[in-house]
């Protein structure tokens, strides 16, 4: 049985108690509210009450209607909804974000013995190729080749594992006329993160397969700017691996030496995922592009600092890092800046290389998720222009929350679909 939702910006009757949410009449449900926020709850607390057959009727703006699939989604249910009349336009951007956030929970929310790092690379590959099979090259490095090519962070991390890391490096040229990128996008793509030798506690070890979040991200970011029209052409740097313990693992204490001359002790191998952006933004700094934008759960500070409904931005040009947020606010998408100062860059102090990977205490340190930041710009161009660092402490709930299911929350990624078409 289908059960009809309207909308209503009238209070509930008093039935149904002081400023209830909800009220029931035969097959319909009203949800009593203005706000998307408060119409996201409400599909929460009806699909937590076992129901999965809607049809939304009357006046549903394409805000509501997409907070509505929001808290609806559910990985355990197959929640169908029947959307109220939109506009052509309208019509398809909710089409474009429900198709990209479809896909970008289910990689966060995917088994990591399913999602190994060469399977993420590909299947975000195929998932752009997709939608633009003419304008689309890429290739996924693999294994030994890292270290070849001088991906030393990925190919470091990922040693460990029987099952290879691999980089996704995928252009999307819409012209096909291979002329310069005006964003290059940068992801980590963690598939399994145990902490290493620095091993995790099993309840922080419980939810590690989200820890590529930021290559989904990122790969969903350009996908809904594709869908959106994007007409100039974006670089795409995924890099993934597994962190494990194994007798070829990497060991606290090693000394990483990047292609940019910047060596790295090893601290802590549970802060890996800044020694694999490492590799993708010295790439994504080779293309030239005016643009950087690296998104990745990089930071439990993060989470302390703004909770889990919002990210972190970090940014060294204050330009770029306010037009992000003021991006993000028009996108209806929470950010929050953190400090990044140049100094930042030398928090994490080593007495055998150029600096350590994070300091040699839970968490990093006073100031983590800046430290963390201040280590990823010796890794950028043009003292840091142009670059955005985003923390996804909104990416994944361990449990249900009161807008989103357990699981991928499916955050930011029209933050930065939005800011490609700027």
Not at 273 to 289: E, I, M, S, Y
Request: with cysteine; glycine share 10%; hydrophobic share 40%.
């Amino acid at each position: 049985m289908t059960l009809k939702v309207l909308l209503s910006t009238d209070s509930a009757p008093a039935q149904w108690g002081e400023g209830a949410l909800l009220s029931y009449k035969e097959d319909a449900v009203t949800i009593h509210a203005e706000g998307s926020d408060l119409v996201q709850m409400a599909a929460r607390k009806l699909v937590s009450q076992g129901l999965s057959f809607f049809t939304l009727e009357g006046e549903w703006e394409l805000e509501q209607q997409w907070a509505f699939f929001q808290g609806a989604y559910d990985p355990k249910i197959d929640v169908q909804i029947d959307f109220a009349e939109l506009s052509d336009d309208d019509n398809k951007e909710l089409e474009a974000r429900m198709q990209v956030s479809r896909w970008m929970r289910s990689m966060v929310n995917e088994t990591p013995e399913v999602l190994a790092p060469q399977v993420l690379a590909q299947e975000a590959a195929d998932f752009i190729q997709s939608l633009a099979p003419d304008n689309v090259r890429y290739q996924i490095v693999s294994g030994q080749d890292l270290e070849k090519q001088g991906h030393v962070g990925t190919w470091e991390v990922g040693r460990g594992s029987t099952r290879p890391p691999a980089i996704l490096k995928l252009e999307f040229d819409p012209k096909n006329d291979s002329s310069a990128p005006v964003a290059a996008l940068v992801g980590k793509g963690i598939t399994f993160d145990s902490g290493g030798y620095s091993i995790k506690q099993s309840a922080g070890m419980l939810h590690m397969k989200a820890d590529m979040g930021g290559a989904a991200t990122v790969t969903a970011g350009l996908a809904l700017a594709i869908l959106r029209g994007l007409d100039k052409p974006v670089h795409l740097y995924l890099c993934c691996a597994e962190n494990l313990i194994s007798g070829h693992a990497y060991k606290l204490g090693d000394i990483i030496t990047y292609p940019n001359g910047i060596s790295v002790e090893i601290h802590n191998t549970d802060a890996e995922g800044r020694l694999v952006l490492a590799d993708g933004l010295l790439l994504a700094g080779q293309t030239g592009a005016p643009l950087i934008i690296d998104a990745a759960t990089l930071t439990g500070a993060a989470v302390t600092a703004v909770g889990e409904d919002y990210n972190a931005v970090f940014a060294l040009d204050d330009e770029e890092r306010n037009d992000y947020l003021n991006v993000a606010k028009s996108e209806n998408e929470r950010h929050w800046p953190l400090p990044l100062e140049p100094f930042h860059a030398a928090k994490c102090p080593s007495n055998f290389a150029d600096t350590a990977n994070s300091r040699a205490v839970k968490g990093g340190g006073p100031g983590g998720a800046s430290n963390a930041a201040g280590f990823l710009s010796r890794f950028v161009p043009n003292d840091g222009k142009g670059w955005i660092h985003v923390d996804l402490a909104g990416a994944y709930n361990d449990n249900p929350t009161a807008y989103f299911s357990a699981g991928g929350t499916g955050h930011g990624f029209r933050t930065i679909a939005a800011k490609l078409l700027k």
